[in-house]
């Protein structure tokens, strides 16, 4: 299977700062990344569809302007969390889809995010 | 509203016990998957389920997929401290549909 980094593993920030994730893709090229917040307990919740070349496709409720996305390239998305506040404090994973959309996926480690 | 529905959300047992997950929904999906995640790290798979009433057999983890595609089960046996972690069933309904999550059973095996 593919292996997704992220990096940084864990951050902390103060509030109303911007803090930008990385996710890269180690082994194969990838046109679609997906990103996903994961709050104590929880399951994930899809945020957004990173395309490479084109926007980013938010989820309902998520808001584009507060978490910017940008497929660099077809090994690199980035999440920047603008402005953030200690709502903001979460897991955010990212994940390179299969062959087909039914197919797994392969997650990266993750990122823990906390925002004082 | 839950597309997919997984109970029980919190199952706490002792090492040696048997126990079963389930992940249940009112829709057909093409097929299902089950991760276990530990905490502070990314979901990791454990197995894809595609044809309507398949069993698969992992070790000590049974995982069947319904009649009707709707739903899925995993059983462990003899379960083991190991095993504590997050399970969470994942689906698309067809393979051009995003894959959902379940809200995820959180399993403690005590020693």
């Known amino acids: 299977g593919a292996v997704v980094s992220q990096h940084p593993s864990w951050v902390i920030c103060k509030s109303g700062t911007s803090v930008k994730i990385e996710c890269r893709s180690l082994d194969f090229q990838a046109t679609t990344m997906f990103w996903y917040r994961q709050f104590p307990k929880q399951s994930l919740m899809l945020m957004a569809t990173s395309n490479e070349g084109s926007k980013a496709t938010y989820e309902q409720g998520v808001e584009k302007d507060k978490f910017l996305i940008n497929h660099a390239s077809l090994t690199l998305s980035t999440l920047t969390v603008t402005s953030a506040h200690p709502e903001d404090s979460s897991f955010y994973i990212c994940s390179l889809p299969g062959l087909a959309a039914s197919d797994t996926q392969y997650f990266g480690p993750g990122t823990r995010l906390t925002v004082l | 509203t839950q597309l997919l529905e997984q109970s029980p959300q919190f199952l706490s047992i002792q090492e040696g016990e048997n126990l079963t997950v389930y992940c249940n929904s009112s829709?057909?999906?093409?097929?299902l998957q089950w991760y276990r995640q530990e905490p502070g790290e990314g979901p990791v798979l454990l197995v894809t389920?595609?044809?309507?009433?398949e069993v698969k057999k992992l070790k000590r983890l049974t995982f069947q997929f319904g009649d009707a595609r709707k739903d899925s089960s995993l059983h462990i046996t003899a379960a083991q401290p190991g095993d504590t972690g997050l399970y969470l069933c994942a689906g698309a309904k067809t393979s051009y549909d995003k894959v959902i999550f379940g809200p995820g059973t959180s399993l403690s095996v005590i020693p």
């Open positions: 389920v595609v044809t309507g009433g």
């Open positions: 829709s057909v999906f093409s097929s």
